[in-house]
């Protein structure tokens, strides 16, 4: 890469301003062959490698270190710079935070670290367990699974901390034929009724085009806040400003979306944005 890509040290790096980054994109996306332009727009969106990292959820043996992690994050970002369109409607941000995060589930997912005799032991110990369910009613302690494989219990517990899986929601059970992702089988006890969607519906339609009409700066702090869930310390740092500032955009950007939308919205879009 043209310029030094240090992951610690974010805040060093010099943000271009919301028209700079307009044009890179436009340069972009007209010759995608430009590396050097490749390579600074990776610069400008390594906030989201960290912010993925920071939040994706799972126990990791001690063979993944955070550079691993890093690498398989920056990987994905490159492949979203490459691949993103700006036609199909989604904002770069939420297409990025996908793919990296996709990339380092699929990294992990790809090298099996367990040995084969291990995961034979650890077969072994989960069908001792559900035997011990059955007969006992209830799931087996630790103690009792330990002394039923005659082992000691420190070293159960150090074969179980190797059954580390990386799931997701999307995920398929069941057989081939028969299969459905893990997500369907979640039930939702806040289901809307179909008047309660097309309300929504409606209130986020006018919420988006309210949102478009906002500056660049604030329309992306209001989606990092309330889409991707950062804290107003965080995306100071991803914006390069300071917190309070961020807090004032904020507040800004509240009164200028109530402002616009005070002459058509529902009970429920006043509601959303209080």
Same mark, same amino acid.
Do not use: C
């Given at each position: 890469m043209s310029e030094e890509l240090e992951y610690n040290s974010y805040s060093k790096i010099k943000r271009l301003s919301d028209e700079e980054l307009t044009e890179l994109w436009h340069v972009y996306l007209a010759d995608k062959s430009q590396k050097t332009l490749r390579d600074k727009l990776i610069i400008q969106y390594i906030y989201l490698t960290r912010y993925v990292i920071g939040r994706i959820k799972m126990n990791l043996p001690a063979t993944f270190t955070l550079e691993d992690i890093t690498s398989y994050g920056?990987?994905?970002?490159?492949?979203?710079?490459?691949?993103?369109?700006?036609?199909?409607?989604a904002r770069f941000e939420t297409y990025?935070?996908?793919?990296?995060?996709?990339? &380092? @589930? !699929?990294? =992990?997912?790809?090298?099996?670290?367990?040995?084969?005799?291990?995961?034979?032991?650890? +077969?072994? $110990? #989960?069908?001792?367990?559900?035997?011990?369910?059955?007969?006992?009613?209830?799931?087996?302690?630790?103690?009792?699974?330990?002394?039923?494989?005659?082992?000691?219990?420190?070293?159960?517990?150090?074969?179980?901390?190797?059954?580390?899986?990386?799931?997701?929601?999307?995920?398929?059970?069941?057989?081939?034929?028969?299969?459905?992702? &893990? @997500? !369907?089988? =979640?039930?939702?006890?806040?289901?809307?009724?179909?008047?309660?969607?097309?309300?929504? +519906?409606? $209130? #986020?339609?006018?919420?988006?085009?309210?949102?478009?009409?906002?500056?660049?700066?604030?329309?992306?702090?209001?989606?990092l806040y309330y889409h991707e869930n950062m804290t107003l310390k965080e995306i100071g740092e991803a914006i390069n400003v300071s917190e309070s500032r961020v807090c004032q955009l904020h507040a800004q950007a509240i009164m200028k979306l109530k402002n616009i939308l005070s002459t058509s919205r529902t009970d429920r879009l006043k509601q959303s944005i209080v």
């Open positions: 920056v990987e994905g970002l490159i492949d979203a710079i490459e691949r993103y369109t700006p036609d199909k409607g990025a935070l996908m793919r990296i995060r996709g990339a &380092i @589930i !699929d990294k =992990i997912r790809s090298q099996d670290w367990i040995p084969r005799s291990t995961r034979r032991k650890i +077969k072994e $110990v #989960k069908l001792v367990g559900e035997k011990l369910k059955q007969s006992l009613g209830r799931a087996a302690t630790t103690t009792e699974l330990a002394n039923a494989m005659h082992m000691e219990k420190d070293k159960l517990e150090a074969l179980l901390s190797e059954d580390t899986q990386i799931g997701s929601i999307y995920d398929k059970k069941g057989t081939a034929d028969e299969s459905v992702e &893990i @997500i !369907d089988t =979640i039930q939702d006890d806040n289901l809307q009724n179909p008047l309660e969607q097309l309300v929504d +519906k409606d $209130v #986020k339609k006018e919420l988006q085009f309210a949102l478009k009409r906002l500056p660049e700066r604030e329309r992306m702090i209001m989606v």
